[in-house]
């Protein structure tokens, strides 16, 4: 059993992070910050314990890590990710600040493991497969910020001699999304035999479900033969157009509707080539995805079908007194 330390347990891939974790028989705090919305973990909040701190303060984040003693530390705590999320003063506090407190109170510490979620956008646009040899190109604000905390990360890994990598995400998926995102939007009209209004079909992912992202990162902390600093792309190697999602889903839960696209505006970032290539983390970890998209669409699916209150949440954006925020 490890000790852990979460930060952004509260968020969609924390949440997810923190069933899986408990469900291995591992020890579980979670670094939130104050306020916290906890609507994703209301259902296993008694197993695991919560510490308030503004991870922005180095002597508050250094108190919490010298409190915990953890032997392993996901930072996945972000802003910036979601078009909603503006104001590159806060970006720069979340993103860079809070990273490089954490890396260095848990270096201070000498832990086992410290894992960090980058993003895909630190590489900009490619025309290929990106891998993690290659030269970056931050493609916003956001990207800007998750590229310094890649490289603080390697920084402080090669200087302080710890375990510490960067897990960069591509376009992660399942459940405990939020609401408004893709392909909880999809699953939850689709499962009323509708479509919502859809940017353009040639925009790209390369969509990862959230359990092969999960996994991804625990077989990253157990492995201790990785080399420090590293970066890693959690990927499928594989791009799926909206077009393709769409289609999938129509199959799926047998939607008859016609697609209207272009009814949504699209974003600064979408574009109609966006894959990143597994090569490294298969050849040095042996960890690959396991769940292709329309797999992962029918365990989304299954999920909000398997759990009314889920669903109507979905639908509704009401979950008891709870709000669909983070």
């Not at 590229?147 to 990360?153: I, L």
Request: glycine share 8%.
């Amino acid at each position: 059993m490890k000790r852990v330390l979460i930060t952004g347990g509260t968020g969609f891939v924390g949440a997810n992070l923190v069933r899986r974790v408990l469900r291995d028989g591992h020890e579980v705090h979670l670094a939130v910050r104050r306020p916290h919305q906890a609507w994703r973990i209301s259902e296993v909040m008694s197993d695991v314990r919560l510490h308030e701190t503004d991870m922005r303060d180095r002597e508050s984040v250094r108190n919490v890590v010298e409190a915990v003693k953890p032997e392993w530390v996901f930072h996945l705590a972000a802003y910036g990710a979601y078009s909603n999320q503006t104001g590159i003063e806060r970006m720069v506090a979340t993103n860079i600040l809070a990273s490089t407190a954490l890396l260095d109170a848990s270096a201070e510490l000498g832990i086992e493991a410290f894992v960090q979620t980058g993003s895909s956008s630190e590489y900009g646009y490619k025309k290929h497969p990106a891998s993690e040899e290659e030269v970056i190109e931050p493609n916003s604000h956001y990207a800007i910020t998750k590229a310094a905390a890649t490289h603080y990360c390697q920084f402080t890994a090669r200087t302080a001699n710890i375990h510490a990598v960067t897990a960069r995400l591509y376009s992660i998926y399942g459940p405990y999304e939020e609401p408004t995102r893709l392909i909880p939007t999809l699953i939850a009209h689709g499962l009323r035999g509708q479509l919502p209004p859809l940017v353009s079909p040639r925009t790209a992912r390369d969509f990862v479900y959230v359990d092969d992202a999960v996994d991804a990162m625990l077989h990253i902390a157990a492995r201790k033969s990785i080399t420090r600093g590293r970066v890693y792309n959690i990927c499928t190697g594989r791009q799926t157009t909206l077009d393709g999602v769409v289609q999938s889903a129509s199959r799926l839960l047998n939607i008859t509707a016609s697609p209207r696209w272009s009814t949504m505006p699209g974003r600064s970032w979408d574009t109609d080539i966006w894959v990143g290539s597994p090569a490294l983390l298969e050849r040095e970890a042996g960890w690959s995805a396991k769940v292709d998209i329309e797999g992962g669409l029918k365990r989304t699916a299954d999920w909000l079908c398997d759990n009314p209150t889920w669903r109507r949440f979905y639908d509704t954006g009401i979950f008891g007194e709870m709000e669909s925020k983070d």
